[in-house]
């Protein structure tokens, strides 16, 4: 009964997980604003993308983070998949910049939410980067601006 009960419930997740994925994709081929494809893209939190006189914000809140490494890399490797797609895809996009905040709590437990990570790019220097073959954990060397919340770093130190 467990093992029916299990494959069950793991057909019921791998389903949602196909699901969502083929949503996922529905949104990212129908964007016709760099907002829609940043929002497409960007998996997870909540984010809210801008576009104003070639210059495209992202903003993605996490509610929770598995630690500071984990942070870090999932920042970067969605960074490496989004700023490529959307400067490939929209010619109008001169830069990008894009922001991480997520929970933080002090020595006195007291508990907020601040901005993390932050990262630029400017089309021309990121079209000289060869995506599909980077490090993820390259990518704060290879974006413009890149800076790190001081508590983010003192726990990766």
């Known amino acids: 009964m467990k093992k029916v009960l299990f494959l069950l419930f793991?057909?019921?997740?791998g389903w949602m997980i196909w699901t969502?994925?083929?949503e996922r994709k529905s949104r990212i081929n129908q964007a016709?604003?760099?907002?829609?494809?940043?929002?497409?893209?960007?998996?997870?939190?909540?984010?809210?993308a801008t576009f104003d006189n070639g210059a495209l914000e992202i903003n993605r809140t996490i509610d929770a983070a598995l630690s500071a490494g984990w942070t870090v890399s999932g920042f970067n490797v969605t960074v490496a998949h989004v700023v490529p797609a959307v400067f490939a895809k929209f010619p109008q996009v001169d830069s990008i910049i894009f922001r991480e905040s997520g929970p933080f709590k002090d020595i006195r437990g007291n508990e907020s939410t601040e901005e993390m990570l932050r990262i630029a790019f400017m089309r021309g220097e990121a079209e000289l980067i060869h995506w599909d073959k980077i490090v993820y954990d390259d990518?704060?060397?290879?974006g413009?601006?890149?800076?790190?919340h001081p508590g983010l770093r003192r726990v990766l130190q």
């Open 10 to 13: 793991a057909g019921m997740v």
């Open 20 to 22: 969502a994925d083929d």
């Open 32 to 48: 016709t604003t760099p907002e829609q494809l940043a929002i497409a893209l960007v998996d997870g939190g909540r984010v809210q």
């Open 144 to 148: 413009e601006h890149y800076w790190m």
């Open 139 to 142: 990518v704060p060397k290879l």
